[in-house]
């Protein structure tokens, strides 16, 4: 395949990759946690990239188009650490414990909590959060970028 193609076929994967979330947030009424917002950037960026690159061919853009996915995959990685309960999360995207506070510092609690924690899986497929499904369709984007880099 030629490089035209494969910058084709990762910004579609991007774009897809958007348009999937957007479609679960506004019609399917699934709000997306601090970290969820975090993957769409790498996109966004990807899609930047990949759109100059298909204007001015680029091997630097094409790799940087690359690095944006693959940050998407990353933080996808650390939402669904999050998620399973392997590692804690950020203070500021992870439903704090009130166990052990008084009713005074579990209001407080409750009070800054964020909207939607990041700790909490709103829906699954076959066992996998969309975090998980991020992890790897955003390694594939990014190896199509690669990819695009390496043709001609």
Same mark, same amino acid.
Request: aromatic fraction near 12%; hydrophobic fraction near 50%.
């Given at each position: 395949?030629?490089?035209?193609?494969?910058?084709?076929?990762?910004? $579609?994967? #991007?774009? *897809? %990759?958007?348009?999937?979330?957007?479609?679960?947030?506004?019609?399917?009424?699934?709000?997306? +946690?601090?970290?969820?917002?975090?993957?769409?950037?790498?996109?966004?960026?990807?899609?930047?990239?990949?759109?100059? =690159? %298909?204007?001015? @061919? /680029?091997?630097?853009?094409?790799?940087?188009?690359?690095? /944006?996915?693959?940050?998407?995959?990353?933080?996808? !990685?650390?939402?669904? *650490?999050?998620?399973?309960?392997?590692?804690? *999360?950020?203070? #500021?995207?992870? $439903?704090? /414990? !009130?166990?052990?506070?008084?009713?005074?510092?579990?209001?407080?609690?409750?009070? &800054? =909590?964020?909207?939607?924690? +990041?700790?909490? !899986? @709103?829906?699954?497929?076959? *066992?996998? #959060?969309?975090? &998980?499904? &991020?992890?790897? =369709?955003?390694?594939? !984007?990014?190896?199509?970028?690669?990819?695009?880099?390496?043709?001609?």
């Amino acid at each position: 395949m030629t490089r035209r193609t494969y910058t084709l076929l990762a910004l $579609a994967g #991007s774009a *897809g %990759l958007l348009l999937g979330a957007l479609y679960f947030q506004y019609f399917r009424g699934l709000l997306p +946690c601090q970290m969820c917002y975090w993957q769409r950037y790498g996109h966004f960026a990807a899609l930047g990239f990949g759109a100059v =690159a %298909l204007v001015i @061919p /680029s091997r630097i853009l094409l790799g940087l188009g690359a690095l /944006s996915a693959l940050s998407s995959s990353l933080v996808g !990685i650390f939402h669904s *650490g999050v998620e399973r309960k392997w590692w804690d *999360g950020l203070q #500021s995207c992870t $439903a704090p /414990s !009130i166990e052990t506070l008084t009713p005074q510092e579990a209001l407080d609690a409750i009070m &800054n =909590a964020p909207m939607v924690p +990041c700790d909490q !899986i @709103p829906w699954e497929l076959f *066992g996998l #959060s969309m975090a &998980n499904y &991020n992890v790897f =369709a955003s390694a594939a !984007i990014a190896g199509l970028f690669v990819l695009a880099a390496k043709a001609r």
